[in-house]
Each structure stands twice: as C-alpha cells, then as structure tokens.
C-alpha cells in the first residue's frame, strides 16, 4: 500500500498563490495519471486537475487559468500551482495517482483557506 503525502497547504489571502505537492511515500510502477481534488464543508468531493503521463491536462472551469497541475516524471510527484485564489477555493485538497502498480493511492487531503 503507497501512500501519498501532500505539502503546501495553508492560510492565505485572497489573489495570493500556493503550491501544493503530492509525493508517494513508496514505489509507483507505470504512472497513468495524477489527479487534484477538493472538498469544501458540506459539500461533495470534486475533481480540480489531472495530469495524464502523456502531460496532457484537464481543469474544473472554476479553475481553468488559475491553476496549474505538473508532474516530476523522475519522482512521481505530482503538483498543483494555484495563482490568484478566492474564497471559494478554501477546501481540503487531495492528491489521487493511478498506475499499474498500485493501481490507485490517495492522499490524507491538505487544508487550504483562502480569507477575503
């Protein structure tokens, strides 16, 4: 079982930027792809980000232009720049990656509040 330890969370304004990183705690065979989500109080889980390992990208609309996910193809990290960040982007965010082996490992999610 890998797990995966996320960085980079905390407290920040409003228009400031954060980065989050997401890195395995073992060995990860035959990255697929790499994926950001969050979760706000009361709400469901949704998905933010994903990187494939070909680098192709995909982003939620809320956060098309705002965010950026990257990998270290090297590490198997995975990355998640956030610039300009409102309110509503306060969740904790979670790191998921899928590959051949494991075939998938979550994160314990990082908190990030953005105050106005």
């Known amino acids: 079982q890998v797990q995966l330890v996320e960085s980079g969370g905390g407290l920040v304004q409003t228009g400031q930027s954060l980065r989050l990183s997401c890195a395995p705690s073992g060995r990860i065979l035959g990255f697929i792809a790499g994926a950001w989500y969050r979760q706000a109080p009361g709400k469901q889980r949704e998905l933010v980000a994903t990187?494939?390992?070909?680098?192709?990208?995909n982003y939620a609309d809320s956060v098309k232009g705002r965010f950026t996910i990257s990998r270290d193809n090297a590490k198997n990290t995975v990355y998640l720049q956030m610039n300009s960040v409102k309110p509503e982007d306060t969740a904790v965010y979670y790191c998921?990656?899928?590959?051949?082996?494991?075939?998938?490992?979550w994160g314990q999610g990082t908190q990030v509040t953005v105050s106005s």
């Open positions: 990187i494939t390992s070909g680098g192709s990208t």
């Open positions: 998921n990656l899928r590959a051949a082996l494991p075939a998938s490992s």
